[in-house]
């Protein structure tokens, strides 16, 4: 294992341990997760921070940054606190270039969104998101983390571009149907809690929605 290997693990060894009594507080035991999503807010809460997928299923469409848990979990049914901690420190890290540090992360943490989509099938998608005040976003800041990150690890890009979308923005053909099925609430949360009298404190209580992509 090479140095910046063993520091990166080491970082999110740290992160895992601080952030999960966190966790334990906001999100009760009894949900089940099975995703993560990193919602960067900006301007005043008008700009949701999203990324444009560069393979899979929803190729060409700006989409949520975050992933699933099931790799990253070491219950697969269930995923504990643990799992949900490192994942989200690993999908940033992956997909947008900053490695979480836990007593910032909960200082501009705005909400905690619990999503639950329904599919077709009638399979549910259960995501867990953590919409996030990040005041110096730019796509060219993003470009260069993911450049920086690229240039360490040699490892696959998910997302071609990063936007920071304005919902008088939106198009919805542009859009992944997840970002679809909640990014109007989410505008909405996102702008009342930027002017929250404490801002960096998350809602108790979890919020599903269910609907079919």
Request: hydrophobic content about 35%; overall charge negative; proline content about 3%.
């Amino acid at each position: 294992m090479s140095m910046a290997q063993e520091e990166y693990e080491r970082k999110r060894d740290l992160f895992v341990e601080r952030f999960v009594p966190y966790l334990r507080e906001h999100v009760p035991a009894e949900e089940i997760v099975r995703g993560v999503s990193f919602l960067p807010i900006v301007e005043e809460g008008d700009g949701i921070v999203l990324g444009k997928e560069n393979d899979g299923y929803y190729k060409g469409k700006w989409n949520f940054f975050g992933g699933s848990l099931q790799d990253k979990s070491s219950n697969r049914l269930h995923p504990t606190y643990e799992d949900i901690a490192r994942g989200l420190f690993e999908e940033v890290a992956e997909e947008f270039g900053v490695i979480l540090k836990a007593s910032s992360f909960q200082k501009s943490l705005m909400d905690i969104y619990h999503a639950v989509m329904r599919k077709k099938d009638q399979s549910e998608v259960s995501t867990l998101m953590f919409l996030v005040k990040y005041k110096d976003f730019s796509p060219e800041l993003w470009r260069e983390h993911m450049s920086k990150r690229n240039n360490e690890k040699k490892c696959w890009r998910e997302h071609d571009d990063a936007i920071a979308m304005r919902e008088d923005e939106l198009k919805f053909d542009e859009v992944s149907s997840f970002v679809r099925g909640y990014i109007s609430r989410l505008y909405l949360r996102a702008r009342t809690k930027w002017n929250a009298e404490q801002p960096g404190i998350s809602y108790h209580k979890q919020e599903k929605i269910v609907s079919y992509m």
